[in-house]
């Protein structure tokens, strides 16, 4: 397959096993082109790709950009807080009027779950979804999946945990969707209250004890716990959910095996997981964020590849 | 469809034998020299000659990369079918080096259009030559000439050259395939 089954990356459940192998593929050549002393190809000089932020981001937002420099597309910069949305533009207005200049692509990163759905289905252009909501952050699974296939060699057949906040994570419901397209079995953990009420539904085993779940997995995926969209308190305190859910030196020391340990940023160094471990050699932290711009750069030059003259 | 034989294994081997004696008579010992192979049909030739200048010849340090031009093509978006990328394997910096490009087919010239940008990715080469298996005459869309040419060829723009090499087609052998 040469193709993506898509026109859009909406959510990882839109997409086929062989769509993640052709983006993983894709992403191989890239990486070894942003590793080049000359870091860019000119591949996407005719396409324009405007980056929408209508919630806070600073890595991705950042990683998007640079993928589409690195591609030499043109990019157009919106935020949200400083623009006519404030005025009480409706999004298709809004997405319209920014279309109207000729533009290609949209990455939108939005806090309603759905959005980019509704915009795919009202303007004509590419959309890629960088985060709704709680809803999906489908190219973090990417990246996510293509960094545990680099340090594993595979991801089907491994066993991935999830930890933390799982409730208002869309990094976790993308994660769950893509490593079990490609065969992981996965695993969430944390504490009852921010685990899903439908999460049986989606196949995944639970587990509340950190150290069962540590001892059962080969990467461990640590969330951040997302105060800002917590309406009301999920547990007691941020140092009795550390002590709890908090990975340590010692407890990774305990363990009998070396699991790699994962974390999609921004970290809260102390909460999830403390700073030994996330600069450990057993952390592929940082390998994420290169990867990132790998992954995104294979996304938007195969949806662009889409895009007819 | 029909085909006709324009070199069989014998003549393939005599042109790779002379074409390796003409770099050794302009590059020396390849100490500033380096080859490099245009993907995906290009490698084929290139590891081929590296061999030779390394087996035959007894050149040491002969340094041998593969270029895929894939992301520097200029009809991205415009045929039928999606351009599917290749691996680039150049583990060194051609920077004031004597480049020569290595490719099976010189048709239209625009893939060596595309290498020509693509290597810049790399440094800024001292000079960088071409050297092809096959040169079809009267078909360029860009004035790139070859250095290097094993056999020049008069073919019509519905006619196909098609190189074989053994280690991926079984044999070595060129063929004229009329569509």
Redesign the interface.
Same mark, same amino acid.
């Given at each position: 397959m040469? #193709?993506l089954s898509v026109n859009h990356l909406l959510g990882i459940k839109y997409l086929k096993e062989q769509d993640i192998q052709l983006i993983f593929e894709?992403a191989?050549?890239f990486k #070894?082109?942003i590793n080049?002393?000359?870091?860019?190809?000119?591949?996407?000089r005719?396409i324009t790709i405007a980056n929408l932020f209508f919630e806070n981001s600073t890595r991705t937002k950042l990683s998007f950009e640079l993928a589409e420099k690195r591609?030499s597309a043109d990019v157009l910069n919106f935020s949200s807080s400083q623009s006519s949305v404030k005025k009480g533009e409706t999004l298709i207005d809004t997405v319209n009027n920014i279309l109207s200049m000729k533009v290609d692509m949209v990455v939108m990163r939005h806090p309603n779950p759905g959005a980019g759905v509704f915009l795919s289905k009202h303007v004509k252009a590419s959309i890629v979804n960088a985060g709704d909501g709680a809803h999906e952050h489908p190219t973090q699974a990417l990246l996510d999946s293509y960094s545990i296939r680099e340090k594993l060699g595979d991801v089907a057949g491994k066993k991935v945990v999830i930890v933390g906040d799982i409730l208002h994570s869309r990094v976790a419901l993308s994660n769950i969707f893509a490593l079990q397209l490609q065969g992981a079995e996965v695993m969430v953990c944390g504490p009852k209250t921010l685990l899903p009420k439908y999460i049986d539904s989606l196949g995944v085993k639970v587990e509340t004890n950190l150290v069962k779940a540590l001892n059962w997995c080969d990467v461990a995926n640590m969330l951040r716990v997302q105060n800002e969209r917590m309406d009301i308190s999920y547990f007691p305190s941020t140092r009795e959910y550390s002590q709890q859910f908090g990975v340590t030196k010692e407890l990774l020391d305990s363990l009998n095996k070396d699991i790699v340990i994962m974390h999609p940023g921004p970290i809260n160094r102390g909460v999830e997981i403390t700073s030994d471990v996330a600069d450990s050699k057993q952390s592929i932290i940082l390998d994420q964020v290169q990867n990132g711009v790998a992954i995104r750069m294979a996304v938007i030059?195969?949806l662009?590849?889409?895009?007819?003259? | 469809m029909s085909q006709k034989v324009l070199l069989n294994a014998k003549e393939v081997n005599i042109i790779l034998h002379r074409l390796a004696c003409q770099l050794i008579e302009k590059h020396n010992d390849f100490s500033n020299t380096v080859l490099i192979g245009l993907q995906p049909r290009g490698v084929f030739l290139a590891n081929r000659i590296a061999k030779i200048l390394r087996e035959d010849y007894k050149i040491k340090n002969i340094q041998l990369g593969h270029l895929d031009i894939t992301f520097f093509r200029d009809d991205f978006r415009r045929g039928e079918k999606p351009l599917e990328a290749n691996t680039t394997t150049i583990n060194f910096i051609v920077e004031d080096k004597n480049v020569v490009f290595i490719d099976d087919v010189l048709y239209t010239g625009r893939s060596i259009r595309a290498a020509l940008t693509a290597i810049q990715s790399f440094g800024r080469p001292n000079e960088i030559e071409l050297l092809t298996l096959i040169d079809r005459r009267f078909s360029r869309h860009l004035p790139i000439q070859p250095n290097y040419r094993g056999r020049q060829v008069d073919v019509i723009n519905n006619e196909k050259v098609k190189v074989n090499w053994k280690e991926h087609d079984n044999e070595d052998s060129v063929y004229l395939i009329e569509k």
């Open positions: 040469s #193709e894709t191989d050549h #070894e082109v080049r002393p000359i870091k860019k190809v000119p591949s996407l005719d591609l030059y195969l662009a590849s889409k895009i007819k003259q | -």
